[in-house]
């Protein structure tokens, strides 16, 4: 007899995003290497002193290297995939139920200010490469 599989989804209060993605991941191994707050030093001067907090440089940098490393065309693909991939959400820092915002629009224009020879300074002087 064949059977069916009834679509029937539970809400767990006891999983979390951080015991759902295994130890031995790419992007746990690239966290644990690679350390992008200097992203926050390179753009600080871009953003107002007051007003309603905007998205984080990092979130966005790193939304960059994910579209980058999966080969992705297009950020309405990266989207696409970062909320379907759990990975790549605890990559991000997204919880389960925490909707991916679309960050890029509204940082852009600070990380377009950057003159290349200040991201070659920061390069140059291992800003990105410390040790965990």
Known sequence: MMGTKVREFT??????????VPSANCYR??????????VRDLVR????AGGR??????V????????????LR??????????DRLSLRWYLGYDLD??????TVAIRPAFLAIPGDECQEYAADGAG????
């Open 29 to 38: 191994h690239l966290e644990r290497t690679l350390d992008l707050a200097f």
């Open 74 to 83: 297009s950020e309405r693909q990266l989207m696409s995939v970062v909320a």
């Open 98 to 103: 925490e909707a991916v915002v679309l960050a």
């Open 60 to 71: 966005f940098f790193t939304l960059q290297l994910i579209l980058f490393f999966e080969g």
């Open 11 to 20: 809400t767990h209060t006891d999983i979390s995003v951080e015991a759902l």
């Open 45 to 48: 001067e871009h953003y107002a």
């Open 53 to 58: 907090p905007g998205s984080d440089p990092v």
């Open 129 to 132: 490469s410390q040790d965990r």
